[in-house]
C-alpha cells in the first residue's frame, strides 16, 4: 500500500482529508486517475459494517453552475454497465427520489436513442407477487395541463401505440377506466 490512514475509533468532527481550492481552474483536475493497465479489481472501494446515516457522495452548489455533474463514455465499453443496483429486504426507503421544484421548458429525464439495437428502451419483468403499479401517474390539485402520457408515432408505421398481450382466466379487465 502506497498511503494508508488510519483514523480510529473516535467522534469525528473534522474532515480526515481536506481539499480547499479557491484558485480559478481552466481545465486542471483535482484528482485524475490514468489506468493504462488491464485493472479487475475496483477503483473505489467503500464498505459499511455499521448503520450509516450520512451520504456517501454529496454535491451542493451555491452558485449557477452550468458543468455536468456525472459524465459516463461507454462507446467502447460495449459490456460495461453504467449503473447496477441490486436491493433486498423490507425497504423502507424509496431506492430513487427525484424531488422537482424547477420551471422551464427542460425535460426532467432525456433518453436521445440514434442507435438499431433491438433492445428496448425501458424493460421491467416482474416475477414476484407484486401489489403495487409499474407504473403510477397521480395529479394533484394543482391545474396540469400535460397529458399524461402522450405518444406520437411519426413515421413508425409499423409499430403499434399501444399493445396489450393478456392470457389466462382474467379476474380483472384489460382497460378499467372510472
Not at 484558485?23 to 473505489?44: H, K
Not at 436491493?87 to 426532467?108: C, P
Not at 440514434?114 to 407504473?135: A, F
Not at 402522450?150 to 409499423?158: Q, S, W
Request: with cysteine.
Amino acid at each position: 500500500q502506497a498511503l494508508v490512514i488510519a483514523s480510529g475509533a473516535m467522534a469525528r468532527t473534522t474532515a480526515l482529508i481536506g481539499i480547499s481550492d479557491a484558485g480559478t481552474n481552466s481545465g486542471g483536475t483535482i484528482f485524475d486517475i490514468d489506468s493504462t493497465g488491464v485493472r479487475a479489481g475496483l477503483v473505489f472501494d467503500l464498505d459499511d459494517t455499521a448503520a450509516a446515516t450520512g451520504n456517501v457522495c454529496d454535491y451542493a452548489t451555491s452558485a449557477a453552475s452550468t458543468g455536468t455533474i456525472f459524465e459516463i463514455n461507454l462507446t467502447n465499453a460495449v459490456a460495461a454497465k453504467w449503473e447496477n443496483v441490486t436491493l433486498a429486504g423490507v425497504r423502507t426507503a424509496n431506492a430513487s427520489t427525484i424531488t422537482e421544484s424547477s420551471s422551464g421548458a427542460v425535460d426532467l429525464w432525456q433518453i436521445d436513442d440514434s442507435g438499431t439495437s433491438s433492445g428496448h428502451v425501458w424493460d421491467v419483468n416482474i416475477s414476484g407477487v407484486m401489489t403495487g403499479n409499474v407504473l403510477d401517474i397521480v395529479y394533484s390539485t394543482a391545474a396540469a395541463t400535460g397529458d399524461a402520457i402522450h405518444v406520437d408515432l411519426g413515421t413508425n408505421v409499423a409499430g403499434n401505440a399501444l399493445q396489450i398481450d393478456a392470457a389466462g382466466i382474467r379476474t380483472a379487465p384489460l382497460i378499467n377506466i372510472q
